[in-house]
């Protein structure tokens, strides 16, 4: 099931390929329960319902804004504008995401189709965004699985790379898309293949 526009998001794929140049075959991803999709006048597949989250937070709370931006990432919510983050609804979704901050407001909303294909565009942002977060993460696992000297460093870092790549695909699951399947697969490939190789063997792409 093809949901956003795959060929929206071919362009941003040359670096996963530059990094490791080998093929996989794409698998379909399953969408959280409960996420229900329209076609648009174009036959692009997109999300129904959205939830939006709505909060205020004073200039001196810096600390505790951060850490919601980060929780935010985390579960798969992305920027709409200033304090106002939103992600495609389902039930486990919402529940995730009301139960970050008691403060936090939660709703759901249906929004008209070419509203959503906006929405759409700026949540792309968002995944674009993570996947070149776990990029650039997965170059510096391969720097660490370099440093003979450095193993307890490695193995933090390998353990954080896991937690990353579930993040990634959980956010992905409620957008799947072939090409992003392929792009993860890639990435849990390169993270495979440097966990094998010894310690202080570097490795090239």
């Known amino acids: 099931m093809n949901t956003f526009n795959d060929k929206n998001i071919e362009h941003s794929r040359s670096k996963t390929q530059k990094l490791h140049p080998k093929e996989t075959s794409a698998s379909a991803v399953d969408t959280w329960s409960g996420i229900s999709f329209v076609s648009t006048p174009t036959s692009e597949t997109i999300p129904a319902k959205w939830v939006f989250v709505f909060f205020d937070l004073p200039s001196e709370e810096f600390t505790r804004r951060v850490a919601l931006h980060r929780q935010f990432r985390k579960v798969g919510l992305a920027m709409h504008s200033q304090s106002v983050y939103f992600m495609p609804y389902s039930r486990l979704a919402y529940k995730a995401v009301s139960g970050i901050d008691e403060s936090l407001m939660v709703i759901r909303a249906n929004i008209e189709d070419n509203k959503s294909v906006l929405l759409v565009g700026l949540y ?70 440097i966990d094998e190789r010894a310690p202080g063997v570097g490795v090239s792409y």
């Open 124 to 193: 792309q942002r968002l995944i674009e965004s993570l996947f070149l977060e776990v990029e650039n993460k997965v170059e510096e696992l391969a720097e660490a699985k370099a440093d003979s000297d450095n193993t307890r460093g490695y193995t933090k870092r390998y353990k954080k790379m896991l937690e990353r790549l579930d993040d990634l695909k959980s956010v992905v699951k409620s957008v799947p898309s072939d090409s992003y399947t392929q792009r993860i697969k890639l990435l849990e490939l390169m993270v495979e293949e």
